[in-house]
């Protein structure tokens, strides 16, 4: 952050733009993604959307203004996002999302959009101390580019695509009403417009859609503010301010375990009711993961102080690491079954 208050000569505010035009970009990023994963397959989003991310990157590292800096993290993080959103329907493609250990595996991979913001500023804290703030961004392209790699090596798990491919290698003539064109106006309707419509007309959508918003943003905000708090009041480095975001990685382990004691409780409601259970059901991880972010905030806020020793506030990152991924894990899981009910 100061460095680039120094190269761009910008105020304090507007040198968090680069971090809050990523998450805008982030946002928006799924609604490119569905649309391309519904008719071309979860493949195609990894291996046409992720590059021009990295390019964005390399982008941002070689900037010289600020606009060039900012108008390069947006197109980062919108053609990033489709690759993280993508990635939640390959898990439910693969795993039975309520029966066995299907759930709890799924739950470890979903571990992964968590854990890049908790381990990126332990990385780039340490980038810092010897490189510039342009070595962040070749950081992004360093990991990212061999997993990008990877994904050609990878098979189609969406399950219409793949009959779609067996059924021309095997000269069967497609069924009607399965053109691309019509699919994707069928895809956009449900996708785009359905979600605005149902953001607007339904009271509980719209309550969670702010809240999970509300928590996705404290979560950016801490990325930006720990750095700055640590050093602050305990003088600490940015590697040693990166540290502290283990705790939080520690809370996102323990919250495996919630998840699998409460998707068990789940489970036994229903087969000893007899009926499958409701999507409701599964939110009982979410019930008690939304206690843990603010007991996090107020542990934090009123510990970090200079009397109060730095283990104290570093400990409250565990609390909202649980939390965050007990909330957002469930409420994903809850969407995948209403979705497939309707």
Same mark, same amino acid.
């Given at each position: 952050m100061p460095q680039i208050i120094a190269q761009f000569h910008v105020s304090r505010t507007a040198a968090f733009l680069p971090l809050s035009l990523g998450g805008l970009g982030l946002a928006f990023g799924p609604v490119l993604g569905a649309p391309i994963s519904e008719t071309l397959g979860r493949k195609a989003v990894y291996l046409g959307t992720f590059p021009i991310s990295l390019l964005a990157s390399v982008g941002a590292a070689q900037s010289q203004n600020f606009g060039t800096l900012l108008a390069c993290r947006f197109f980062a993080g919108l053609f990033g996002s489709p690759t993280l959103a993508v990635s939640a329907g390959t898990i439910a493609d693969i795993?039975? !999302? !309520?029966?066995?250990?299907?759930?709890?595996? +799924?739950?470890?991979a979903i571990l992964a959009p968590f854990t890049g913001p908790i381990m990126g500023p332990v990385v780039g804290g340490y980038t810092i101390l010897h490189r510039d703030w342009r070595w962040l961004m070749w950081d992004v392209v360093f990991v990212g580019g061999p997993i990008y790699l990877l994904a050609f090596f990878t098979q189609e798990t969406y399950k219409k695509t793949i009959l779609e491919r067996r059924a *021309?290698? +095997?000269?069967?003539?497609? !069924?009607?009403g399965l053109t691309v064109a019509k699919r994707l106006k069928s895809i956009l309707t449900?996708?785009?417009?359905?979600?605005?419509r149902m953001l607007f007309t339904e009271p509980i959508v719209a309550a969670i859609s702010l809240y999970i918003a509300f928590v996705s943003g404290v979560l950016f905000e801490i990325s930006a503010r720990y750095p700055h708090a640590?050093? *602050?009041?305990? +003088?600490f480095t940015s590697g040693e301010s990166g540290l502290a975001f283990l705790a939080l990685l520690v809370g996102l382990l323990a919250s495996v375990a919630t998840f699998e004691v409460c998707n068990r409780v789940a489970l036994r409601e229903a087969k000893h009711s007899g009926v499958e259970a409701a999507p409701e059901r599964w939110l009982y991880a979410s019930m008690l993961g939304s206690l843990g972010i603010p007991i996090s905030l107020f542990w934090f806020s009123w510990s970090i102080r200079k009397e109060v020793c730095w283990i104290s506030p570093i400990l409250a990152g565990i609390p909202f690491g649980w939390g965050i991924l007990c909330l957002f894990v469930r409420f994903f899981f809850l969407l995948l079954s209403t979705s497939e009910q309707s």
């Open positions: 795993w039975d !999302q !309520q029966e066995g250990w299907g759930s709890t595996v +799924s739950a470890v *021309k290698v +095997s000269g069967t003539p497609p !069924q009607p449900l996708n785009l417009f359905r979600p605005i640590f050093g *602050k009041v305990y +003088s």
